[in-house]
């Protein structure tokens, strides 16, 4: 069996192990895994950007808190349907993107971070002042889960499904990019941008789209993500969001495939894990659980600094050659 479909066989068993979790937890831990879910989605779109393109990004917390309030307007003042809003989201959020996109045409590296959490600051400003449109600090609540035909969504478990099955497809599309030569164009772009102008790559295209896509999958977690709290308020969209998905992003494995899925499921269950551990090793954490979040997260770092799944490259390393 090749290595593509060992990794895409990997991808159907987590969704599956994600779902089948879901029928022996209780609805507070079905809640955490499907904003595991809506989270993911965004931190798939940043892996793109930061990890296949090489264009670092402090601004997708904008993108998926644009696609939250685009969820709450839309659906509760003029009663659109839930499955409009997604590609709403997407398109609004690709077009944004694509004009964020132009400042990493100038600059690189950490002036680009710092011109992207501008613009984190810039969106979540408006989002907290605009009181008119966004509520202000009092935001947007009575947001309805959807339903189609008779089959509602209502329900932590049953949106849970529908999040699972929406997180499949984002990820079945990403993965389909990334072996295109699209994604290939995006690996050259990252891995030496000069060689890959000198290969016929248009660096000015390929970068604008990375930022774009990357901000349309932020735009779909958003929409998920409104319906799964039934209520949006600027201070979840703060830029210490976008360092918490750049940080699921790098934990993971930047510019790996399931790099996202693992820095994601650290970041987000972990610290809940450590809160609520029932283990008499770790009960002293329920009070430091944030300290011991931190050490871990620290520990990764410095011990794995390609990310968890770069433990695989440290053992086809080490084994010797036939």
Known sequence: MSARHRRLLLMVAVIIAFGASALLLQRSQVYLLSLCCVYLMATFGLNLTVGYAGQMSLGQAAFFGIGAYIAAILTTRY???????????AVVCFIVGLALGFPALRVQHHYLAFATLGFNVLIYLIMRNEES???GTYGIANIKRPSILALSFDSERAYFWLVLVALAIVAWLMWLLLRSPWGRAFAALRDNPIRAESLGINITAYTLLA???G???AGVGGVFYAALVQFVEPGTFHF????MM???VIVGGSGRFFGPVLGTIVIILLPELLRSSSLPALQFM???YLVGFGVAVVALMVWLPGGILSIADHRA?????P
């Open 79 to 89: 009663g659109i349907s839930f499955w409009l809003v997604i590609p709403i989201a």
């Open 133 to 135: 449109l966004t509520g």
């Open 211 to 213: 930022f774009a896509i």
């Open 215 to 217: 901000a349309a999958y």
């Open 240 to 243: 210490a969001t976008s360092l």
């Open 246 to 248: 750049l940080l699921a």
């Open 286 to 288: 329920q009070k430091w």
């Open 317 to 321: 390393r080490k084994m010797p050659a």
